[in-house]
């Protein structure tokens, strides 16, 4: 998983946290299938919001690092690779995470 000093300067130039949440779940998982959707202007005045957005997002991700793994596993596997962006801002994420053929 990610978490170097190299692989944090690697994504630190990206100029939005969905590039770099991109970034560091490719480098962390080699996704099938990944999309990351800012969902921030849905929670605008709620907990944890900020007023300039990228604080929650959704996250589709298919990945054979998943292939054995149950739901909490998976999860937390997620949470600890983008552990960085919640200690920088990061708020919540609606996370989808399958192997692939997963329905």
Same mark, same amino acid.
Not at 53 to 62: C, D, P, Q
């Given at each position: 998983?990610?978490?170097?000093?190299?692989?944090?300067? &690697?994504?630190?130039?990206?100029?939005?946290?969905?590039?770099?949440? +991109?970034?560091?779940?490719?480098?962390?998982?080699?996704?099938?299938?990944? &999309?990351?959707?800012?969902?921030?202007?849905? +929670?605008?005045?709620?907990?944890?919001?900020?007023?300039?957005?990228?604080?929650?997002?959704?996250?589709?991700?298919?990945?054979?690092?998943?292939?054995?793994?149950?739901?909490?596993?998976?999860?937390?596997?997620? +949470?600890?690779?983008?552990?960085? &962006?919640?200690?920088?801002?990061?708020?919540?994420?609606?996370?989808?995470?399958?192997?692939?053929? &997963?329905?």
């Amino acid at each position: 998983m990610l978490g170097s000093r190299a692989a944090e300067a &690697e994504t630190a130039w990206m100029p939005n946290r969905a590039q770099r949440i +991109h970034a560091t779940l490719t480098q962390a998982f080699a996704p099938a299938v990944l &999309e990351v959707q800012d969902d921030s202007h849905l +929670h605008a005045g709620h907990a944890g919001a900020a007023p300039g957005g990228e604080t929650h997002y959704s996250v589709r991700l298919v990945s054979p690092a998943f292939a054995g793994l149950g739901r909490l596993a998976r999860s937390r596997a997620v +949470h600890a690779t983008l552990a960085d &962006e919640f200690a920088g801002g990061l708020h919540a994420l609606a996370l989808k995470l399958q192997a692939p053929g &997963e329905g």
